[in-house]
């Protein structure tokens, strides 16, 4: 009796071993696809939060670009008529600084002759480390009574400064004259 007692307490201990492993295993499984689907999602998480930055990035990055060729057209791009207004228009692209810096660099009267400086190509490079610094190549033509008289391919740093979310030119340095072909 003692034998068969113990015979059956072994196997029923045996069986509620088998039991408890199999629901282990069971709930492992499940606790193993639930980490799988939550990796997967966190993966999908993780390439959408890469994707906005870069859209953020890219976004941050146009306002920057249309700031510096809409700034250097508004100061590049004149005639006569509008020798001295261009700098009224620069007023929402540039610095009240860098505005009167640019106006000490110019007369305080239109020319005399029929002028006109038009800015023809322009190419902007984005700085490796400091994202308001750029290197603009750019290429003007001067026109004398209506007769393109020089092109001028040029280098200029521009810095931007950021005020709430809007960006201006706050530094503009003609870094000289280019080679060109």
Known sequence: MKKLLLTVTGSVTVLILF????SLNQ???T???????TEN??????????????FN??????????VIEEGLRTYLDYDNDTYLTRFEHLQNKAT????QYLK???SEEPPLLDIKNQLTELTIYLHPTDE???LVQLTTEYSLDHEVVSTLPQLYQVTLIETNGEYKINQLINLGLTVTN
Request: without cysteine; aromatic residues 4%.
């Open 57 to 66: 990035d890219t976004v941050a990055n146009q306002k920057k670009l249309t």
């Open 96 to 99: 009240r600084e860098t505005i």
């Open 41 to 54: 999602d966190l993966k999908t998480m993780e390439k959408l939060i890469k994707q906005d930055t870069q």
């Open 31 to 37: 606790l193993e696809n639930k980490l799988s689907k």
């Open 19 to 22: 039991v408890s492993l199999f």
């Open 104 to 106: 000490e660099l110019s």
């Open 27 to 29: 709930t492992n499984q």
């Open 132 to 134: 308001l610094t750029f």
